[in-house]
C-alpha cells in the first residue's frame, strides 16, 4: 500500500489524438470532422485548429518519458481513425498510422509505462460523417470494422482497450446543438446517434474482444440534483439524469433504454424497432471508465415553456441549471469533489463487481509562467488533491476502483474553446513547444514516489 492505495493501482494521465497530435496531412492521415469543424469560421472560441496542437505525433517518445518521471504508470490515448481508415467504407488501410501506435505503445513499455488506448475521442472520418455520420446505421458498422483491424495490428502491445469516449458529448454537442463536430442541431434525432455510438460499441466488442486484454468504455457520468424539493424540479432533475446517466448506464449494464426517456423525447416508437441491438450493446464490460468533472443541478423553467432552441436537452429543453454557489473553474464547472463518489456509487449499484476506472479528472484554469519559469498553478493542485483523497477513501472502503488518470498530461487545443483552456499538468509554450511541470505536476510526482502523501 502506498498512501492508502494497493501496489497494484493504476496511475496515469490522458490525452486525445486531435487534441495533441498535430501532423494532420501526415503519413496519408485524411480529415475528420474536428478537422473541417474547427476550420469553419466562427465555431472555435479563438479561432485556433488541432492542426499543429502539441505536435505529439513527433514528440510522443519526450512525453511519454515526462509522463513516467512524474511517477505515472500509464498512459490513456485515443487512436485517430483517420490515420488508420480515412475514407471511410471504401477506403485501404494506412500502415503508416498503425506504426505510429505501435511506437507510442512500445514506448510506454519501454518507459515502464501501460498504455490503454480509446478507439473513438470524437475524430470521425469526414468521409463517414458526408455519408451520414452517427445518425445512420452504417457508421456503428464500419466503426466495427477500424476496431477490428487496429486490434487485430496491436493488440500484441496494447492489452487494455476503451471503445467510445463520452458519447454524450458525440451525440448531443456533435448532433444536438451543434457545439462540437460535426455541428449539427438535430434535436430528438440525436439520440438517433446515441444508439448508434452504442451499437458501435457493441459490435466493436464482439470483433475484438479477447482473453489477453481488458475492455471497457469511458462515459461522463454526472450527479444530477434537483434544485429544490419541488415536483417539477424533481422532475427537472430525472429528466437530466435521463439524458446524461441512465440513457448509457442502462443499455450497457442492464440490457435495455430507460423507458421515461425515450416517451420525453418522443423517441420510444424508434427506439422499439432498434430492440434486437440491445444484447449486442449490454454484453458484459471488464470496466467502466468514468470521466468526473462537476455535479450539475437543475430547475424547471419559471415561465411557459417557449418554442424548443437548438439543446443538449432534446425534450427537456427549457430545463435550466442552477447556481449552488460552488467554486468554479475558468470552464464554468462547480467544484464538487463528493460527487466523484456519488456517480462512482452509483454505477456500482448497478453493475457490484464490476471494475471502475476513473479515466479523467481534471481542471482548466488560466495558467502563466513565472519569471523563475515555474507555473503556481494552486487552483488546480487543490482540484486534484480533494479528488485524490475520495479516490483514496473509496479504494480503503474495498471499493472496486482500480485507476486514476489525470485529464490531462498536456495543455492542448480545448475542442470548441481552441487553445484559450489549459487542463493540463504539463504548461505547453505553443510558441515553441516548451514542456514545463506545473506544481499541480510536481505535486503528483511526490505523492506517487514520496509514499507519504506529498506536500
Not at 216 to 243: C, F, T
Not at 338 to 365: C, F, H, M, Q
Request: net charge negative; proline share 7%; hydrophobic share 40%.
Amino acid at each position: 500500500m502506498t498512501n492508502g492505495f494497493p501496489s497494484g493501482f493504476t496511475w496515469g494521465a490522458a490525452t486525445a489524438s486531435y487534441q495533441v497530435e498535430g501532423a494532420v496531412s501526415a503519413d496519408g492521415r485524411g480529415p475528420s470532422i474536428w478537422d473541417t469543424f474547427a476550420h469553419t469560421p466562427g465555431r472555435i472560441a479563438d479561432g485556433t485548429t488541432g492542426d499543429v496542437a502539441d505536435e505529439h505525433y513527433v514528440r510522443f517518445a519526450d512525453d511519454v518519458r515526462l509522463l513516467a518521471d512524474l511517477g505515472l504508470n500509464a498512459y490513456r490515448f485515443s487512436i485517430a481513425w483517420p490515420r488508420i481508415m480515412p475514407a471511410g467504407p471504401a477506403n485501404t488501410v494506412v500502415p503508416a498510422g498503425l506504426d505510429f501506435y505501435r511506437r507510442l505503445a512500445e514506448t510506454c513499455l519501454e518507459n515502464g509505462v501501460t498504455p490503454y488506448a480509446t478507439l473513438y475521442h470524437w475524430d470521425l472520418p469526414q468521409p463517414l460523417e458526408d455519408a451520414g455520420g452517427w445518425l445512420v446505421r452504417d457508421t456503428a458498422e464500419r466503426f466495427r470494422d477500424y476496431a477490428a483491424v487496429t486490434h487485430d495490428a496491436l493488440s500484441d502491445v496494447i492489452k487494455h482497450w476503451m471503445t467510445l469516449n463520452e458519447p454524450w458529448c458525440s451525440a448531443f454537442l456533435g448532433y444536438g446543438n451543434g457545439e462540437h463536430a460535426p455541428g449539427r442541431t438535430e434535436g430528438a434525432d440525436a439520440l438517433k446517434a446515441v444508439h448508434h455510438l452504442l451499437l458501435g460499441h457493441g459490435l466493436a466488442l464482439d470483433a475484438i474482444r479477447s482473453e489477453s486484454g481488458t475492455y471497457g468504455i469511458a462515459l461522463n457520468p454526472a450527479p444530477i440534483h434537483a434544485a429544490s424539493d419541488s415536483p417539477a424540479d424533481r422532475d427537472a432533475a430525472r429528466r437530466i439524469d435521463g439524458l446524461r446517466n441512465r440513457l448509457f448506464l442502462e443499455p450497457l449494464l442492464s440490457g435495455q433504454y430507460p423507458a421515461d426517456v425515450l416517451e420525453d423525447t418522443g423517441m420510444s416508437e424508434w427506439f422499439a424497432a432498434q430492440e434486437a441491438d440491445l444484447p449486442l450493446i449490454g454484453a458484459p464490460l471488464d470496466f467502466i471508465g468514468v470521466n468526473y468533472y462537476c455535479p450539475t443541478t437543475v430547475a424547471a423553467p419559471d415561465g411557459p415553456i417557449s418554442s424548443p432552441v437548438a439543446s443538449t436537452q432534446p425534450g427537456s429543453e427549457n430545463v435550466v441549471a442552477v447556481d449552488t454557489g460552488l467554486p468554479r473553474t475558468q470552464m464554468g464547472w462547480p467544484i464538487q469533489a463528493t460527487g466523484l463518489r456519488d456517480i462512482l456509487v452509483t454505477i456500482n449499484k448497478l453493475a457490484p463487481e464490476l471494475p471502475l476506472y476513473v479515466t479523467e479528472n481534471g481542471s482548466a484554469y488560466p495558467d502563466f509562467v513565472t519569471a523563475d519559469g515555474t507555473v503556481e498553478d494552486d487552483e488546480r493542485l487543490d482540484y486534484l488533491q480533494q479528488h485524490v483523497a475520495v479516490c483514496q477513501e473509496l479504494v480503503t472502503e474495498g471499493f472496486p476502483l482500480k485507476g486514476y488518470f489525470a485529464w490531462s498530461l498536456l495543455d492542448n487545443f480545448e475542442w470548441a474553446w481552441g487553445y484559450s483552456r489549459r487542463f493540463g499538468i504539463v504548461y505547453v509554450d505553443y510558441a515553441t513547444q516548451a514542456r514545463i511541470v506545473k506544481k499541480s505536476g510536481a505535486w503528483l510526482k511526490n505523492y506517487l514516489t514520496s509514499g507519504s502523501g506529498g506536500e
